[in-house]
């Protein structure tokens, strides 16, 4: 079954590498992927634009992918995205993509991730995102095979 998923990662630092993991599958519906010219007139217009501007990419969106990259976990937009999608009960995603090269065909160090940061509940039991929802590494497991089954996996965790 074919879902909607948003992508969540820091724009400026690993878009370059977002977009590999993103055109690996087109055959997965997405949302949450601008281009610059588009995040850069988003942004000109404030922090209250970014963030209808996310509410509006989520609407529709079963499941919310992190791709993970060194300063992922500190990123403004990125805890929005995923308190967002927490609060419409979207299935998360991890992915961690610092062994991804970027435009310059360059490698990055591991990052945090920003999910054990938030807590979900199931039922009843209150639980930190990270230890429910699984996070994979790109590079490692040939994440262009799996993304689709990952995604509708998430879905399932959080009974959709």
Known sequence: MARKAFFSF?????????GQVRNSNLTQPINGYI???????VKKKGDQAIKNWIDEQLKGTSVTVVLIGK???DRKYVKYEIEKSIERGNGLLGIYIHNVKNVLGETDEKGRN???NFTITVNGRTRIASNYFKTYTWSSVKGYNH????I???????GL
């Open 10 to 18: 820091h724009f400026e630092r690993d878009s370059w590498r977002a």
């Open 114 to 116: 920003p999910l054990d």
């Open 71 to 73: 300063e992922t976990a």
């Open 35 to 41: 281009d610059k010219a588009k995040w850069e007139e």
């Open 147 to 150: 993304l689709a089954s990952w």
């Open 152 to 158: 509708d996996e998430a879905a399932e965790l959080a």
